[in-house]
T-cell receptor
Framework: QSALTQPASVSGSPGQSITISCTGT?????????VSWYQHHPGKVPKLMIY???KRPSGVSNRFSGSKSGNTASLTISGLQAEDESDYYC??????????FGGGTKLTVL | QVQLVQSGAEVTKPGASVRVSCRAS????????LHWVRQAPGQGLEWMGW????????NFGKKFQGRVIMTRDTSINTAYMELNTLRSDDTAVYYC????????????????WGQGTLITVSS
């Protein structure tokens, strides 16, 4: 059971949009609409940003959006802000009983 | 408000076992899955498993099967994660986290997190 594949890093300038991809298999992302995304600032507790592929928990900015196509999920952040600089992790339900995280992506706001 | 309060940091030796507790408050404990997630130094988040507090049923990540035990005590709204045969690479911050939606419609998204418990494995 390998981790989902994410780019190690992405970057963007304030105001721009960026997309982080998360590639899995037909046993995880491809089979379930249970993909979530987390923002994790070092030293702090992870924060759920997206669940069930594209839903936002209460309080999460609508600048964050999620989508899925086949075995790949994506997180898009529009109107990039300095405070968005963080590590981002995708996570998917898998094999009918477990969850699996991606390796994480470091977002740098230039 | 939903709160998850974990036990404190521990230093332990290779080969030993450690148990982390997670006391829940502010919601109906038996109605939401609880996840356990860890992050080793310089590494990413790693899902260890989850427990259905109502039934006690649990599932684990393949890496942890045979080495992790997850239990709960519904009388005190507390979940426990025990990891056995510890190695140095088990040094990590361990989190409990509550699913965002209830057991009947699980989102598999962890919407509420404990503060984390640092477990250090060192001889």
């Amino acid at each position: 059971q390998s981790a989902l594949t994410q780019p190690a890093s992405v970057s963007g300038s304030p105001g721009q949009s960026i997309t982080i991809s998360c590639t899995g298999t037909s046993s995880d992302i491809g089979s379930y609409n249970l993909v979530s995304w987390y923002q994790h600032h070092p030293g702090k507790v992870p924060k759920l940003m997206i669940y069930e592929v594209s839903k936002r928990p209460s309080g999460v900015s609508n600048r964050f959006s999620g989508s899925k196509s086949g075995n790949t999920a994506s997180l898009t952040i529009s109107g990039l802000q300095a405070e968005d600089e963080s590590d981002y992790y995708c996570c998917s339900y898998a094999d009918g009983v477990t969850l699996i995280f991606g390796g994480g992506t470091k977002l740098t706001v230039l | 408000q939903v709160q998850l309060v974990q036990s404190g940091a521990e230093v332990t030796k290779p080969g030993a076992s450690v148990r982390v507790s997670c006391r829940a408050s502010g919601y109906a404990f038996t109605n939401y899955y609880l996840h356990w997630v860890r992050q080793a130094p310089g590494q990413g988040l790693e899902w260890m498993g989850w427990i259905n507090p109502k039934s006690g049923n649990r599932n684990f990540g393949k890496k942890f099967q045979g080495r992790v035990i997850m239990t709960r005590d519904t009388s005190i709204n507390t979940a426990y994660m025990e990891l056995n045969t510890l190695r140095s690479d088990d040094t990590a911050v361990y989190y409990c986290a509550r699913d965002l939606t209830d057991i009947m419609t699980t989102s598999a998204g962890a919407g509420y997190w404990g503060q984390g418990t640092l477990i250090t494995v060192s001889s």
